[in-house]
């Protein structure tokens, strides 16, 4: 028996590869559990639940903006539609911004609250009333290192990223009656296309980053994989509102 079985997940911003949301589809789903994957960019999502049913799992695939209250009501929708139930929300989507506060616009402040906060808002809202019927549940929130410590560049990226490991904290207080659990993790440099964008492949750049960690090296996607895992499954079921951090140990500093 997988550790997810029986289970229904849902993960957003699932397409990327390499990427969070779609290493953490494909480990739910090795342990089980049957998965709706969502992107903005659907064609990478029917390629991680093609990934998934290739490897013997269950998997169905949707078209979603995580800023859309109707999208998630849609997604929500299919999901009672394909599997009958909720278990597990990863609100995952995300994106990044590097600039100074001197040179961020006001816009895009306002794009990243909308995506990496208000994206994770909705997905709670709308998840809520399926997460209840299933008699317990378990939400978890990517946040970032950037929650929590000043980091140069990313105020507007850190102000939304620090307003998921808060709200985390409040849904874990609200969902408790029903037995849903609500914890954020908080990555801190892991090698993705987010990593790649980021220009932490230019070398002298990633040199100087990993001084600040620990443990010398990036993490990889199954780092964060295994995290989601845990705190799905019911290994964690007296495990709410914490924040979880897999940063090589950035954040011990
Ligand atoms: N990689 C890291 O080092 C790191 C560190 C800290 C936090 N995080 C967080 O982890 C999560 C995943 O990061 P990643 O590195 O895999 O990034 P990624 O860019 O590789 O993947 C993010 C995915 O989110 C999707 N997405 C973006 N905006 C969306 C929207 N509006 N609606 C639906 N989907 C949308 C993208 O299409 C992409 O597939 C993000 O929330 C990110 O902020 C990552």
Redesign the pocket.
């Known amino acids: 028996m997988g550790r997810m079985q029986g289970k229904v997940a849902l993960v957003?911003?699932?397409?990327?590869n390499?990427?969070?949301?779609?290493a953490t589809a494909l480990r739910l789903a090795a342990e089980g559990a049957r998965l709706v994957v969502?992107?903005?960019?659907e064609a990478?999502a029917e390629l991680c639940a093609a990934a998934i049913r290739q490897a013997g799992g269950e998997a169905i695939h949707l078209r979603?903006?995580?800023?859309s209250e109707e999208e998630w009501a849609q997604v929500i929708n299919e999901t009672e539609k394909a599997f009958g139930r909720l278990d597990v929300l990863v609100n995952?989507?995300?994106?990044?911004l590097t600039k100074s506060l001197d040179d961020t616009t006001p816009k895009e402040f306002q794009r990243q609250l909308d995506?990496?906060l208000v994206?994770s808002f909705l997905g709670v809202k709308a998840a809520f009333p399926l997460l209840r019927r299933s008699g317990a549940g378990s939400i978890i929130n990517?946040?970032?290192?950037?929650g929590t410590l000043g980091i140069q560049g990313l105020s507007a990226?850190a102000a939304a990223?620090g307003g998921v490991r808060s709200m985390t904290k409040t849904i874990a207080i609200e969902g408790a009656p029903d037995q849903i659990r609500c914890n954020s993790i908080?990555?801190?440099?892991?090698?993705?296309?987010?990593?790649m964008?980021a220009s932490v492949s230019a070398e002298a750049v990633k040199d100087a980053l990993l001084a600040a960690v620990p443990l010398r090296r990036m993490?990889e996607?199954d780092d964060?994989a295994n995290a989601v895992l845990f705190l799905a499954s019911d290994e964690s079921r007296y495990v709410t509102g914490i924040e979880l951090y897999v940063d090589g140990g950035m954040w011990a500093q």
């Open positions: 957003t911003g699932a397409a990327s390499p990427g969070l949301g779609y969502t992107d903005r960019e990478g979603h903006d995580v800023v995952n989507a995300g994106i990044h995506v990496n994206g990517l946040s970032s290192i950037a990226y990223k908080h990555p801190g440099m892991i090698w993705t296309n987010m990593m964008q993490g996607p964060i």
